[in-house]
């Protein structure tokens, strides 16, 4: 018997597998290998998209300081966003998890059930809510007489974070009340019967516990804030672009493939180093809880 | 357990009423009475809901969305129910390396997958195509219908498949009549939340559908683009009840809170 099962062993994996490998090989690996090599071909106003291996989209984007600021940009609305999703996100997992049975579950599927529902319906509501003259924020603050003009939100930066940080929040909540289920309710009542007043314990015990929950979390939150496209667009529009909005705008409009490439591959491997490298750094600064 | 004060609750209090704001206003703009975006004051009413029969785009838009979703989740399911069982129950080389590269579409940022398959469909000569619609869907649901698949095959008991082996069960009957009935919660959960992703995806999508292949994400967000209007919020309003829909049967199959917790650790 042992024969036989070692030998069905050893091919069964790879017969099971076999369909969804060459789905991966041939329509992801494939089409991403020819998106880098797209990025050093030449393009032209007439002559459209010209095959060969030239740096030019690539000396473009390190020389135009207009691409610098734009990555600038993008990276700093993901690190905004991901602060601010950081200081309200865990002080509300924390909130959460101090709830008794019925409103815990309850409350986690208000704040994570949003997680589903589309982007472009999410971000509407903001634009609703302080789209210029009509938004119904605005509206209501100028006719109570609070003030004169509307708050400044539809393309600005401001109003991209905080759109943003409402579209990440789940994934930070998420994180860190994971990052509790592990931690022990006892040490808490230990370090009261101690002499600890709240502040220490959460200074103390709760914070340094739930740090590596924060930081997960705020790595899903960068790379997903940092790529993200349909929020971006939708507040920034036309004036305030970002990597994701300016290779659509490539894409789409100009229709300078390369160049659009260039820019994707630039984000894509930008974010694989950040995050590879953030995740090796807590990994070993934190390795006693990813034992 | 220690209990939370009044500031925690009124912190908490703010937090929920912020994350649900946005939500609740597109759905009450919805069902206002007037021509232009204001709250439902003066009454409610379903013009805006039969406004969007006026507009083909959207209803067809819909039924795109529809199609997509459903075929996009099926044809994944039948290419991670396999790999699932392999992963599962297999201990073999190279078996990390294929469970990341199966989970990988969902640390590719989608700008970057929705750029690589436009260039490889329009090469291809499938640009714009339905079906380049489906094969690249089914790459971003993947991991989902995996993710699930994979849970329901690690926690089978195993005895009962053994049982049907020594009653002379084999092949494709003991998958058909035993094992594929096990894991069948963790399969429907799967499609219910790959159909989610593919019905909500704008990122991609929005690279490769041309008029005609337009969902309604994508129909959706071409349409803000030139004015937001009550009908907008009426197409929302009903996109977020056909996610209601979806999540009450992810939730009768499996249990939301175990598909969502299971969201955030995806390896990253």
């Known amino acids: 018997?042992?024969?036989?099962?070692?030998?069905?062993?050893?091919?069964?994996?790879?017969?099971?597998?076999?369909?969804?490998?060459?789905?991966?090989?041939?329509?992801?690996?494939?089409?991403?290998?020819?998106?880098?090599?797209?990025?050093?071909?030449?393009?032209?106003?007439?002559?459209?998209?010209?095959?060969?291996?030239?740096?030019?989209?690539?000396?473009?984007?390190?020389?135009?300081?207009?691409?610098?600021?734009?990555?600038?940009?993008?990276?700093?609305?993901?690190?905004?966003?991901?602060?601010?999703?950081?200081?309200?996100?865990?002080?509300?997992?924390?909130?959460?998890?101090?709830?008794?049975?019925?409103?815990?579950?309850?409350?986690?599927?208000?704040?994570?059930?949003?997680?589903?529902?589309?982007?472009?319906?999410?971000?509407?509501?903001?634009?609703?809510?302080?789209?210029?003259?009509?938004?119904?924020?605005?509206?209501?603050?100028?006719?109570?007489?609070?003030?004169?003009?509307?708050?400044?939100?539809?393309?600005?930066?401001?109003?991209?974070?905080?759109?943003?940080?409402?579209?990440m929040m789940p994934f930070m909540v998420l994180s860190v009340w994971a990052a509790l289920q592990r931690l022990d309710p006892q040490i808490e009542n230990a370090a009261m019967s101690l002499g600890a007043g709240p502040v220490t314990i959460i200074r103390r015990i709760i914070m340094p516990q739930i740090m590596p929950g924060v930081l997960s979390g705020a790595i899903i939150v960068f790379s997903l804030s940092a790529s993200a496209f349909a929020t971006p667009a939708i507040i920034g529009g036309r004036r305030l672009k970002v990597a994701a909005t300016l290779a659509y705008d490539e894409f789409l409009n100009t229709l300078n493939w390369p160049l659009g490439a260039a820019v994707a591959t630039l984000l894509l491997f930008a974010l694989v180093l950040i995050v590879v490298g953030s995740n090796a750094l807590i990994e070993r600064r934190y390795a006693e809880v990813f034992r | 357990m220690r209990r939370n004060g009044p500031l925690a609750l009124i912190f908490h209090t703010i937090f929920v009423i912020i994350m649900l704001a946005p939500i609740l206003v597109v759905c009450l703009v919805a069902f206002t009475p007037e021509g232009y975006l204001s709250l439902p004051t003066n009454g409610f009413s379903l013009r805006w809901f039969r406004a969007i029969a006026n507009y083909p785009e959207f209803i067809h838009a819909f039924w795109v969305s529809l199609g997509l979703g459903a075929l996009s989740s099926l044809v994944a399911l039948l290419f991670a129910v396999p790999a699932a069982l392999a992963i599962a129950r297999y201990r073999f080389r190279g078996r990390d390396a294929l469970a990341a590269l199966f989970l990988s579409p969902l640390m590719i940022p989608h700008v970057v997958l929705g750029i690589a398959f436009l260039r490889f469909f329009t090469s291809a000569g499938l640009g714009g195509s339905f079906a380049a619609l489906i094969i690249a869907h089914v790459i971003i649901v993947f991991p989902f219908a995996l993710r699930l698949t994979l849970a329901a095959a690690t926690g089978m008991d195993r005895t009962v498949e053994m049982a049907a082996v020594s009653l002379g069960a084999g092949g494709w009957t003991l998958f058909r009549r035993v094992t594929l009935p096990l894991i069948l919660p963790g399969v429907i959960s799967g499609w219910a939340l790959a159909f989610i992703q593919s019905f909500d995806d704008l990122t991609m999508t929005v690279f490769l559908a041309a008029p005609g292949t337009e969902t309604l994400p994508v129909r959706m967000f071409l349409y803000i683009q030139d004015n937001i209007d009550p009908l907008v919020t009426s197409v929302s309003a009903c996109v977020i009840a056909i996610t209601m829909s979806a999540l009450i049967l992810l939730d009768r199959f499996y249990g939301l809170d175990r598909v969502l917790a299971g969201k955030g650790d995806t390896g990253r």
């Open chain 1, 1 to 167: 018997m042992s024969g036989v099962a070692e030998e069905r062993g050893a091919r069964a994996p790879w017969a099971l597998t076999a369909p969804a490998l060459m789905l991966f090989v041939g329509v992801l690996l494939i089409p991403l290998a020819m998106t880098v090599m797209l990025s050093f071909h030449d393009w032209g106003q007439y002559k459209g998209i010209e095959p060969v291996f030239i740096l030019k989209n690539w000396y473009e984007i390190a020389a135009d300081p207009y691409y610098a600021e734009m990555f600038w940009r993008t990276f700093r609305i993901a690190i905004l966003t991901t602060l601010l999703t950081a200081l309200l996100g865990a002080p509300e997992a924390y909130i959460l998890n101090r709830m008794s049975g019925r409103w815990k579950s309850f409350f986690l599927l208000v704040i994570l059930g949003p997680l589903l529902i589309s982007v472009v319906a999410r971000t509407l509501g903001w634009a609703l809510l302080f789209g210029g003259n009509n938004g119904l924020v605005n509206k209501l603050l100028m006719s109570l007489g609070v003030m004169r003009s509307p708050i400044p939100f539809m393309f600005t930066e401001t109003g991209m974070v905080v759109a943003l940080a409402h579209v």
